[in-house]
């Protein structure tokens, strides 16, 4: 069964950091483009990271860059988002996705071009 699984949410207060971890079980991500979005309450979900099979590069949502980081370890099978000076408006519940497809990197992927998805992890940003 080819499946994603996130882990890693919870409830931090503003200023604080979280690591998510998204584990792939059932296929390989070594050929895959991976990216994490968010869909907040009320919300359309967002694209926020993207990063390249070998993990050369990244790209990122302008409400993330330079708090966020993604990165991957391919012989783990999974893809890390590192969430640091967190705000209130990033609650959000946390997707991370993947597919094999030609990306070298400069602009986000939106999630149609994504073709597998993990069920999501809560990330609640409050004092």
């Known amino acids: 069964q080819l499946q994603l699984v996130e882990s890693g949410g919870g409830l931090v207060q503003p200023g604080e950091s979280l690591r998510l971890s998204c584990a792939a079980s059932?296929?390989?991500?070594?050929?895959?483009?991976l990216g994490w979005f968010r869909q907040a309450p009320g919300k359309e979900r967002e694209s926020i990271a993207t990063?390249?099979?070998?993990?050369?590069?990244?790209a990122y949502a302008d409400s993330v860059k330079g708090r966020f980081t993604i990165s991957r370890d391919n012989a783990k099978n999974t893809v890390y988002l590192q969430l640091n000076r967190l705000k209130p408006e990033d609650t959000a519940v946390y997707y991370c996705?993947?597919?094999?497809?030609?990306?070298?990197?400069?602009?986000?992927?939106?999630?149609?071009?994504?073709?597998?998805w993990g069920r999501g992890t809560l990330v609640t940003v409050s004092l």
């Open positions: 996705a993947a597919r094999t497809i030609y990306y070298t990197g400069g602009y986000l992927l939106t999630g149609d071009n994504m073709n597998y």
């Open positions: 990063i390249t099979k070998s993990g050369s590069r990244a």
């Open positions: 059932g296929f390989s991500l070594d050929d895959d483009t």
